[in-house]
């Protein structure tokens, strides 16, 4: 007998969501927008209709349906209680209950870095590997570590969170949580053009990256491709910060792939090999041969994770 899941990424500007067989297999996928007003009141119940509405149409009854995974952009207690997203509004919801009460379904919640990490494990670029710390470089940095096959999620739901990890002591700008030096400064798409600039400020070398009116980290990237010597040091310069944090948690969690997605991780190769490349040079050397890998599965991770977390 089949059974049927629900996927659902829950972002600032759409939700995405999956419909799978249980065993992976995803049978369609689409997207509704987030409803931000009146801080994200409406996002659960916009959720409930988009589940009903594809039940109906494919005429499942909710029995034949193992639940709804859920993953949101932020930090989620084991009890299914997110503790403040800022990007939907929300303060402290009980996501699990209330999406459950208006679903009728089981409902089992997540940050969405962490489900992402858990869908390259199931059917992603880690399948088959028990111990992934997944990084996500897109506007944020954000992180995913599974131990054994679970989720590093930590007391208060913040587990994995390596953009906030403080990479320098010197700096005088702060991040967007506040605090100053956070690794998502220099590694994020954002942070990449940010170090970019302070760069082209302070030299006068030459580089094709001054031709660059909205200059992105997409450029700095293709600009190192075609060999631009800044462009190529900034490109050094960023991947050793990476590289060197991605070392330190090496040595707590000691995985067996690292998998770098994200908009930033289209550039392939050229950051990839970097990255390794400063790891190896301060690593543990019982971690040195770590496998660094591209994500597999896209910006349809999250919702493969999600269905993930509810066959456990």
Same mark, same amino acid.
């Given at each position: 007998?089949?059974?049927?899941?629900?996927?659902?990424?829950?972002?600032?500007?759409?939700?995405?969501?999956?419909?799978?067989?249980?065993?992976?297999?995803?049978?369609?996928?689409?997207?509704?927008?987030?409803?931000?007003?009146?801080?994200?009141?409406?996002?659960?119940?916009?959720?409930?209709?988009?589940?009903?509405?594809?039940?109906?149409?494919?005429?499942?009854?909710?029995?034949?349906?193992?639940?709804?995974?859920?993953?949101?952009?932020?930090?989620?207690?084991?009890?299914?209680?997110?503790?403040?997203?800022?990007?939907?509004?929300?303060?402290?919801? %009980?996501? =699990?209950?209330? /999406?459950? #009460?208006?679903?009728? *379904?089981?409902? $089992?919640?997540?940050? !969405?870095?962490?489900?992402?990490?858990?869908?390259?494990?199931?059917?992603?670029?880690?399948?088959?590997?028990?111990?992934?710390?997944?990084?996500?470089?897109?506007?944020?940095?954000?992180?995913?570590?599974?131990?054994?096959?679970?989720?590093?999620?930590?007391?208060?739901?913040?587990?994995?969170?390596?953009?906030?990890?403080?990479?320098?002591?010197?700096?005088?700008?702060?991040?967007?949580?506040?605090?100053?030096?956070?690794?998502?400064?220099?590694?994020?798409?954002?942070?990449?053009?940010?170090?970019?600039?302070?760069?082209?400020?302070?030299? %006068?070398? =030459?580089?094709? /990256?001054? #031709?660059?009116?909205? *200059?992105?980290? $997409?450029?700095?990237? !293709?600009?190192?491709?075609?060999?631009?010597?800044?462009?190529?040091?900034?490109?050094?310069?960023?991947?050793?910060?990476?590289?060197?944090?991605?070392?330190?948690?090496?040595?707590?969690?000691?995985?067996?792939?690292?998998?770098?997605?994200?908009?930033?991780?289209?550039?392939?190769?050229?950051?990839?090999?970097?990255?390794?490349k400063h790891f190896v040079e301060t690593s543990f050397h019982a971690c040195r041969n770590t496998k660094f890998v591209?994500?597999?599965?896209?910006?349809?991770?999250?919702?493969?994770?999600?269905?993930?977390?509810?066959?456990?």
């Amino acid at each position: 007998m089949k059974k049927y899941a629900f996927g659902i990424d829950v972002g600032g500007t759409t939700c995405k969501i999956g419909f799978f067989e249980t065993n992976g297999k995803l049978i369609d996928k689409w997207e509704i927008k987030t409803n931000t007003e009146n801080n994200g009141a409406a996002i659960l119940s916009d959720i409930a209709q988009a589940v009903d509405n594809k039940l109906a149409q494919e005429g499942i009854s909710k029995d034949d349906v193992q639940g709804v995974g859920i993953g949101v952009p932020g930090p989620v207690k084991s009890n299914g209680v997110v503790n403040r997203c800022v990007n939907l509004g929300w303060g402290i919801v %009980n996501v =699990e209950e209330e /999406l459950g #009460n208006l679903t009728g *379904l089981k409902v $089992k919640a997540g940050n !969405d870095a962490n489900v992402a990490a858990l869908g390259e494990m199931w059917q992603g670029a880690a399948k088959g590997c028990k111990d992934v710390i997944m990084v996500t470089l897109g506007t944020g940095v954000g992180g995913g570590i599974i131990v054994d096959g679970k989720v590093v999620a930590g007391f208060n739901g913040a587990g994995g969170e390596i953009g906030h990890i403080t990479v320098n002591h010197d700096e005088i700008e702060a991040c967007n949580c506040g605090q100053y030096g956070c690794l998502e400064q220099y590694t994020s798409a954002t942070g990449i053009v940010r170090v970019a600039k302070r760069k082209l400020a302070k030299t %006068n070398d =030459e580089t094709s /990256l001054r #031709n660059f009116p909205e *200059l992105t980290a $997409k450029d700095v990237f !293709d600009e190192a491709k075609s060999g631009d010597a800044v462009a190529l040091g900034l490109v050094d310069e960023v991947c050793g910060i990476l590289g060197s944090t991605l070392s330190n948690i090496a040595c707590v969690v000691d995985p067996e792939v690292v998998v770098i997605g994200g908009g930033v991780s289209k550039a392939g190769s050229i950051l990839i090999e970097s990255i390794q490349k400063h790891f190896v040079e301060t690593s543990f050397h019982a971690c040195r041969n770590t496998k660094f890998v591209p994500a597999g599965l896209g910006n349809d991770a999250g919702m493969y994770g999600c269905v993930q977390m509810l066959l456990d």
